[in-house]
């Protein structure tokens, strides 16, 4: 599980005012996420390191500390739910845990 | 809707399963069906074909319901459809969501005795962002009767069937309240998902549009191979109306917060 996260190609997004539906079409399921999670969802696009992502996130929000265990159980649940994979891109200084 | 039978006291049972709204698509309408009393058994026919027979009137009665069912749903079969009921208010059309036992059937028929237009207590079908009530006989349980006041001396005058999840129902619709029932495609103005609460109050509670997808969703059936049309109809359908989660005490309250929602 290294590299950057990346979308599924197979995903069909719906968006609502305050998050996502996303419907997996090769697992046929439908998912459902907040506005948090939509942008770590977003941030996957391959270009973005885990590390980066936890980063970017804890700027956006004006965080204190890094929401580094919020977003690797995000991009765990995502990952085990097949809505990213992981490529090696050239940025793939990732956090620790990864 | 043809239901055609040689037995008086079966004839008087049958009236049950009419339905009298007036619909944009009648989808009962391709129903037909004959049931001959011979020997004291009862024959049901259709289209020339015997399909079962037996001596027990209320049975038959049941036997029919469950087919005439079955033929609208064959009919239906391409609309995705939630688990709903629905009526209007104020010229806006209103949404009661939820799962089963969530209270869709007690509230809608309060409703009726409320100056509340209503049109189904289970199911809408979805085509775009319009939808329309399921053209079914309203289920309504002995235990509601208690709840609404006015449905008591009505309730006298129907007969009851058994379930088979327990209590016996009687099929209902508004007309037997002296009121118009109506099938007709139309947008949505208001949802709310019922929860059940059955404590001392009823409120209604903004949820996240997400989640308030989520829920629509998760009450909805009937998807195609590929649903995704559908369920971009369905979010289209939660993002463009008002929103809120009822969970239901009193229903006196949940009445008046259905009107000012509405209003």
């Known amino acids: ?98 | 809707m043809t239901i055609v039978t040689d037995c008086e006291a079966l004839h008087l049972r049958l009236q049950d399963l009419r339905i009298f709204a007036e619909q944009d698509r009648p989808f009962s309408d391709a129903f037909s069906v004959e049931v001959l009393k011979k020997d004291g058994r009862y024959t049901i026919m259709e289209g020339g074909e015997t399909l079962i027979a037996s001596d027990d009137a209320e049975w038959v009665t049941l036997y029919i319901n469950e087919l005439l069912n079955f033929h609208l749903a064959q009919q239906m079969r391409d609309y995705v459809k939630i688990h709903a009921a629905c009526g209007s208010f104020n010229g806006k059309r209103f949404l009661l969501a939820g799962a089963k036992g969530a209270g869709k059937t007690t509230l809608i028929t309060r409703c009726l005795f409320e100056g509340i237009t209503v049109y189904g207590d289970e199911k809408v079908l979805v085509r775009g962002q319009d939808v329309i009530p399921l053209p079914r006989k309203f289920h309504v349980k002995e235990g509601t009767v208690p709840l609404i006041p006015k449905l008591g001396p009505i309730w006298d005058n129907l007969t009851s069937y058994p379930t088979s999840h327990g209590p016996r129902v009687c099929f209902f619709d508004p007309t037997d309240a002296g009121c118009n029932w109506q099938a007709r495609w139309g947008k949505v103005d208001t949802i709310f998902y019922l929860e059940p609460d059955h404590g001392d109050t009823t409120r209604v509670e903004t949820r996240p549009q997400w989640l308030m997808a989520q829920q629509i969703i998760t009450q909805s059936l009937d998807f195609d191979v590929n649903p995704e049309i559908q369920i971009s109809d369905l979010c289209r359908i939660v993002t463009e109306s008002k929103t809120g989660v009822m969970r239901i005490g009193p229903l006196d309250r949940a009445i008046t917060a259905i009107k000012e929602m509405l209003l």
Do not use: W
Not at chain 1, 13 to 24: A, C, L, M, Q, R
């Open chain 1, 1 to 98: 599980m290294t590299g950057n996260p990346k979308q599924h190609p197979n995903l069909k997004i719906f968006e609502t005012d305050d998050g996502y539906v996303v419907y997996h079409r090769e697992t046929d399921r439908v998912h459902f996420l907040n506005h948090t999670a939509v942008l770590v969802l977003e941030l996957c696009n391959g270009r973005h390191s885990v590390g980066e992502m936890i980063a970017i996130l804890g700027e956006s929000y004006g965080l204190d500390a890094p929401p580094e265990k919020e977003v690797i159980n995000i991009i765990d649940k995502f990952e085990k739910e097949g809505l990213i994979t992981f490529n090696s891109g050239p940025n793939t200084t990732s956090s620790a845990s990864r």
